[in-house]
């Protein structure tokens, strides 16, 4: 009969051994630099990666381990920056329906948002991060709706992240180093990738990229190198600031331009909530 006694008691010695003369955690099937994957590459030696998407074609094709980062500069994720960045706590909602249940169930929330462009019956204000900024009742919540990109908040996986130009470069600190894997997710607005959140979309991706990530597809770095170092107003023109000027509110337009990184904080959803993730400080 085997002795298992005297096996387990010789197993423990050879590898308390090796692990003296190897202190590299020989034996811990999870240390990374003895990983390897399908084609026999460490997993270490393997550069992180980031890709930008647009919402109008979903999050097929993107499994789990990405980082995602939500975008979508006019305006509801500018609206969501502000609200939260100002002191209020913000709840982006996918509907009508969904805006009134979570109002029943807060003191005195502000409803902000649009659907097709109109403000919904009920609401306080329209989906405007300028005229949010300029109230002074922080004290109240806001229930945030919009056309595109409160669908994509709550279609993300849970923990995504809420960026605009406001905290663009805080969002690139954040992220570096610390995840493999970012998609960069524009809302795309009407079936379409438009030119404020490719923009932003590839100013993080840049940023991540010169942090040491290399592009996840060949879309992405079309797209980083088109809008790599232009100005901020570049965008200015599209279809989104045109409807912006045609509705007279280009007071948004103005907000955007002006508070562009002006902000060190770090936005992701927490289940209902958009929520303050970090604060970091500049260099």
Not at 59 to 86: H, K, L, M, P, Q
Request: net charge neutral.
């Amino acid at each position: 009969m085997f002795d298992w006694r005297s096996y387990f008691v010789w197993r423990s010695i050879v590898e308390g051994s090796i692990q003296m003369l190897f202190p590299t955690r020989a034996f811990d099937p999870t240390y990374p630099s003895l990983r390897r994957n399908r084609r026999g590459v460490r997993s270490s030696e393997m550069r992180p990666t980031v890709t930008i998407d647009c919402f109008s074609e979903g999050f097929n094709g993107y499994g789990e381990g990405y980082a995602v980062v939500a975008v979508d500069v006019i305006r509801a994720t500018t609206t969501a920056v502000t609200a939260v960045a100002s002191g209020r706590k913000c709840f982006p909602v996918s509907s009508i329906t969904e805006a009134y249940r979570l109002a029943d169930t807060l003191d005195e929330p502000l409803l902000v948002g649009e659907l097709g462009g109109a403000m919904p019956y009920g609401f306080d204000l329209t989906n405007s991060p300028a005229q949010l900024a300029r109230r002074k009742d922080v004290g109240r919540a806001v229930i945030l709706l919009s056309t595109s990109g409160t669908q994509l908040i709550m279609s993300a996986p849970a923990g995504v992240f809420v960026a605009c130009l406001r905290n663009y470069r805080a969002q690139i600190d954040y992220l570096a180093g610390r995840y493999g894997k970012v998609l960069v997710i524009g809302a795309g607005t009407r079936g379409e990738f438009r030119e404020e959140d490719q923009m932003c979309c590839a100013w993080i991706a840049e940023g991540l990229i010169a942090a040491g990530y290399q592009p996840g597809s060949k879309r992405t770095a079309q797209v980083v190198d088109h809008w790599s170092g232009v100005a901020a107003d570049s965008f200015v023109g599209g279809k989104s600031t045109e409807y912006l000027r045609a509705t007279d509110q280009l007071h948004d337009l103005d907000f955007i331009l002006d508070t562009v990184n002006d902000t060190d904080a770090v936005f992701v959803r927490n289940r209902e909530e958009i929520c303050l993730a970090r604060e970091l400080v500049r260099a």
